[in-house]
Each structure stands twice: as C-alpha cells, then as structure tokens.
C-alpha cells in the first residue's frame, strides 16, 4: 500500500498525503476536530463525530455557528476592500465587483427584505434564479437567517419546478424576470407563476429581481418588486443566526428512479469544514486569490465553489453568466488574464466543446496565475485530459464526487503534498475521510486485488459536508443509500477500478452496464475506446435492447471534421474504422452494433449527457421529462439519424 498515494515528499518537513489520510480513517475525531479550527465557533462542539445511530452521522455535535458569517463577516474586518464576489455576464455586457464589505451589507439588506415577508429560523426559501448576483446573495442571506434554501436551476420546466417547490414547501421564492443563454432570453416568471399555481404547497410571497429582459406581471401581493423593497432596507443591520452544527443549511434536488424529487439535505457545521478544508488541500487556493468556477448556482458544484468553499476562503469568486464559446472560446481564459484567476474549476463536456473552437483562443490571454485547473462532473478521458493539458500548459487535475457528497471522494490533494502525481484518466485517490472501498456486486466482498472492477462504496461514517438525509425521508435516505448490500456502506452506483498504484478508474454508473450476450460491459470502458480515435471529438454510448443478445451497444459519435462523414460512403467507411478501434483495444464482445454520426450530444445545461433519453430514441420509447435539454436539436437530430438508419 506504500504507492497508495504517490511517493513521499523529498521535503522533510511536509506532510506526505498517505499518512495524512490515514490519520483521517483511523483517528476520525482528532483530525476534524483539528481541521473544525479553520471556520468560526459561536459555540464549541460536544462531539466531533456522532455516529450512534448508523448510517445518520451527526457532525460538531453542540456546537454552533453561521455559514454566512464564515463566508462574510469574518472577513470584513480583515479584507473589507479585497473583491468577494465578481459577476460577469456575456449575455448582457455586465461586469459588477463586490467587495466583502459591500457584499456584507447586501447581504443584510437581502436578509431584512426576507425577514419582512415572514422568514424565519428553519424555513425554507426556493431560489430560482439565472446567474447574477442577487442569486448569491440571497443563497447567502437565507442561511444568515438561519433558514434553509433550496435552490433550483434557473430555466427548469414549470411541471418539475412545482415538484420541488411541494417537496421544499418554502415560505418564499426569491426569481427574476428572466435569464439568457446563447443571447436568448429565458424568462422566469411565467414558467413560476404555473409552477406556483400546479404546486399544492402555496407560497406566501414571491421576491422578484426585474432585469429589464422580460416582460413579468406582478401579482400583488403576492409578488414583491426587489429594487423596491431593497430601496426600503438600505441601512438594514441584520446579525447572524448561530444554529447548531446540524442544522440544515440547504436542500438540493438530484435524479431518483421515483417520480418524487430528492432532496439532498446538507448540515451547516460539517459542511463549513470540510469546504474550509478542500479549499486548501484540494485545490490549492488562498485568500486574496481569485477562483473561477464555470458551473452553476443550480448545481452542487455551484454551492460548494462558486459560492461557498471560495468565500470561507478568503478568496475572490467569480460568477460567470454565459457560454465558454461567446463572444468567442477565449471568453473564460480572458477571464483568467483580467482577475488574476489562480484556481479555476469546469466540467469535461465544456473543454471537449473548446476542442472543436480555434486552438488560438487558448493561446491569447496571459495564464501566468493560473496554477491547476480542476474538471469534474463526468469522467474525464484521457484524449481530452492530454488535448487541454498541452494546450494551456497547466496541470490538469481530475476529482470525483457527488451532488450526494458536496466535495471530492476522489482526486489528489496538491495542497497537502505539492509533488503528488496524477494518472490520466483517473479521477485519483481517496480524499481525506472518505474510506473508500471496491466491492464486489454480487457478494458485497471487499475486491482487495488490482484492476478488479466492483461497486465503489464508503464505509460509514460519510465524512463532514456529505448529506444528513433526503429531505423529509429517512427510510428513503438509507434504503437507497445504505441498503444495497448485506453490510451498512454507502453506494456511489458507480463501478470502478483500481489499479497497482492505487488510482481509482471510475467505468460509469451501475445502471449503464450493458449485458450483452452474457458479457457486462461499462459503457465508460467503451466511450473510452472511441474516443481514442484520432477522428473522434465526442461520443455516447448506450445500451440498446435486442431480441438476440440481449443488448447491443449504439455509439453516437461527433467527429472532429463533418468532411470525413459527408457521403455514406464516408460513414461507412469510418463506422467500420471506429469499430476496429473498439475491437483492438476491448475486443469484438465490445463492439458496437451501431456507429451513429451526429451533429451534437444531447447535454443538460449543466454538461451532463442525457443517454436515458438517446436510448429511449433508439428503443422508440417517449423521451420523458426534457426540461433540463440544452439543445432540443441535438435530440431531434439523434432521432432523424436513427430513423434513417445511418
């Protein structure tokens, strides 16, 4: 196990990361209790760690603190001129800069209008709102108050924003008149107004931001102008609500097999921590630095490093409203040149979209303080991980986790030691608490051997900053998490691999493993093999049901240059090239029945392939709920080619 984490550090007085992470499993409460020092304590903790009543891990147990207080006001004093949060918009030409004492004030503002509209300790307040920085503030005045947001993505379908806003029951909805994307308006408020009038759960008051891009009728009174109300508040003085450590500080919803939504319910204390903690082992930053996250407020990644894990940082975070190729795919490195970025965090799908823009965009602004650049939300293959690596010449470091998790499971953590090494195509080790174990799916045995593929799981307790619970249902919280095998750990529902050295290799989710003919196959391990293809850019794969084998595997495939798909005869001809490929390295069981050519990938707005719906195409099944499609012509193109035939 000595290469488990990389070699030791040549110097003698850092800490090498093995020994570090094996202090995190074997002396849990010493180390966060060390690393609880890094936030602010209005009351000091009884327990580190309760865990008397598996799988529920009851984090800083007794003590109480503030998530907007670690993320604000303990910095006023010492950084009051230093920019917090920096607002950048594309899509209407707007760059704003709040420093931690004007956001501080904002905040306040922000949380007097909430407590006039009948906001107290413990409810909720649903925010659906584009990228701006209204968004931020009001996530951050919610838990200043001791309430509980819940943010939903901004544009989402008025059918699922009514589920969540009946699953949340929030006293208050914080929106604005509309967003914009690729230069299309969006607007908002129609899409809440059905919501509102679908949802059982009937909300009290609405707090609308007017951009000026929609038209939004006002239904009074329950709807409440902003600017008005903020106009009203100017010289509000709202101090913190400290709350226990367990106290919820936000729900956020994620995919369930269930049409109910779950809500991912996450606590204050161990989440301040563990973002405290991560912010500096992880990646790297420091305050005064500024970190540039590409993701959105609606997901988790959002939560945890746009707003919260940079801001308890000290740090400058940007918040970007735009796409990565408009006005041109210089966008976000010019961004980099302009604020200094020294940590900037994006997804895999947005750097393969870069792929396909002029490589000059990525040599034109200056990245001299750019130090990593982290990608999550998808496996990240390797063809891509090398493509931006030696384009930008920075390290390219990969992390996986989860919405569930709210931090990295897996990735390498620079800032504990500087020389530990990364492998393409592996996301990396076990981070600090996260006692990692490969199981086999069957038996639930621990897979102990090298390259053995099995289930990734957690050993109990979850570390700090994981969820509590589903919102409003334990049963459900540990019959989906915690039941799966004969012993209590926590299921990823993704198989992996690790290898001699101790990376971990992440195949794809455990419901997309393709049976065909008796033989398993991870889609992952298949995209993986065609996307080495030299005339590859991007590919999804997805199993098909057939009458014979099974399964067969359908590949759709976005090539690098429309010329060599042009004729049939062109098709054909790089289907059977593609396969050959698939063939040499994962061998004839894995080839694809299929090679679909195609325009683009049906994605959400948040990168994420939508393969439910291409297979739902393929086996002329309806395509369910689309509210997430980012291009519903990309979906539309799939099922013209599939009808086709080609």
């Known amino acids: ?25 074997h002396d849990r409460d010493g180390f966060w209790g060390e690393q609880a020092k890094r936030i602010d304590w209005h009351r000091p903790f009884d327990t580190v760690c309760d865990y008397s009543e598996p ?15 670690n993320a604000v006001d303990r910095h006023v004093a010492a950084r009051p001129d230093q920019p917090a949060l920096i607002h950048v918009s594309t899509e209407t030409g707007k760059e704003e800069i709040l420093t931690y004492a004007q956001l501080h004030v904002e905040v306040q503002r922000m949380a007097a209008i909430l407590q006039s509209l009948g906001v107290r300790k413990g409810d909720r307040v649903l925010i659906y709102m ?7 503030v009001a996530m951050l005045a919610t838990v200043r108050l001791g309430a509980i947001h819940s943010v939903v993505f901004g544009g989402f379908a008025s059918h699922s924003l009514a589920s969540r806003i009946e699953d949340a029951t929030p006293k208050v909805v914080v929106s604005a008149d509309a967003g914009s994307r690729g230069g299309k308006v969006v607007p908002y408020k129609p899409l809440l107004d059905e919501a509102l009038q679908l949802s059982a759960h009937k909300v009290e008051r609405v707090l609308m931001v007017n951009r000026g891009l929609a038209e939004a009728t006002m239904l009074s009174p329950r709807d409440v102008d902003y600017a008005e109300a903020r106009a009203a508040h100017m010289d509000a003085q709202v101090p913190c609500e400290w709350v226990d450590s367990t106290h919820p500080s936000y729900t956020l ?3 369930g097999t269930t049409g109910k939504p779950k809500g991912v319910q996450r606590d204050t204390g161990g989440y301040a921590v563990a973002l405290a903690a991560s912010m500096e082992q992880i990646y790297c930053g420091k305050p005064g630095e500024t970190f540039l996250c590409t993701s ?33 795919a210089a966008i976000w490195w010019s961004m980099v040149e302009k604020y200094r970025v020294s940590v900037m965090f994006s997804a895999p799908t947005a750097i393969r979209v870069l792929k396909k823009q002029d490589p000059e965009c990525l040599k034109r602004h200056d990245l001299s303080s750019l130090k990593h650049l982290f990608l999550a939300g ?41 020389d530990q090494p990364t492998r ?35 050993e109990g307790p979850l570390p700090p900053g994981c969820l509590q619970t589903v919102w409003g249902d334990d049963a459900r919280f540990v019959k989906t998490y915690w039941s799966t095998f004969k012993r209590q750990v926590y299921n990823t529902f993704d198989w992996g691999i690790r290898d001699a050295d101790g990376f971990y290799f992440i195949l794809g989710r455990t419901d997309d493993v393709i049976n065909v003919a008796g033989h398993r196959l991870g889609t992952r391990e298949i995209e993986e093999a065609i996307s080495s293809h030299a005339g590859v850019a991007e590919v999804a794969v997805v199993g098909v049901a057939d009458s014979l084998k099974g399964q067969v595997a359908h590949a759709f495939v976005v090539v690098r240059d429309p010329a060599r798909v042009a004729s049939d005869a062109d098709r054909q001809a790089l289907e059977k090239d593609v396969m050959h490929t698939v063939d040499s390295q994962l061998g004839a069981v894995a ?44 979906l539309q193109h799939i099922k013209d080619v599939v009808q086709r035939g080609n």
């Not at 800083?60 to 207080?69: D, E, W």
């Not at 990644?301 to 990565?324: F, K, N, R, W």
């Not at 931006?388 to 990969?398: C, H, L, Q, S, T």
Request: charged letters at 20%.
């Open 1 to 25: 196990m000595s290469s488990l984490f990389g070699r030791k550090s040549d110097r003698g007085d850092a800490m090498n990361y093995e020994e570090l992470y094996r202090r995190s499993i």
């Open 55 to 69: 799988p529920f891990a009851r984090w800083f147990a007794g003590g109480q603190t503030n998530l907007c207080h």
């Open 130 to 136: 584009p990228m701006i920085s209204e968004a931020v």
């Open 253 to 255: 919803y994620t995919s």
């Open 296 to 328: 959105d407020i609606g997901w988790v990644v959002g939560h945890s490093y746009i707003v919260y894990g940079p801001l308890i940082s000290g740090m400058a975070t940007i918040v970007y409203e735009g796409l990565p190729i408009r006005p041109d």
């Open 378 to 418: 998808e496996p990240l293959d390797e063809p891509t991980a090398r493509w931006i690596a030696d384009a930008i010449g920075k390290p390219i470091i990969d992390n996986y986790w989860q919405t569930e998790t709210g931090w990295p499971i897996l990735s390498v953590a620079r800032g504990v030691q500087p």
């Open 424 to 458: 393409f195509g592996s996301p990396g080790v076990p981070m600090l608490g996260y006692n990692v174990k490969l199981l086999n799916d069957l038996t639930g045995e621990d897979l102990t051997e090298p390259n053995q593929k099995g289930v990734l799981t957690i």
């Open 591 to 634: 080839r694809p029945a299929r090679v679909h050519f195609v325009n683009a990938l049906p994605k959400t707005r948040s990168g994420k392939l939508l393969r439910r719906a291409m297979l739902a195409v393929c086996e002329g099944r309806d395509t369910g709920d689309l509210t997430t499609l980012e291009d519903p012509t990309a």
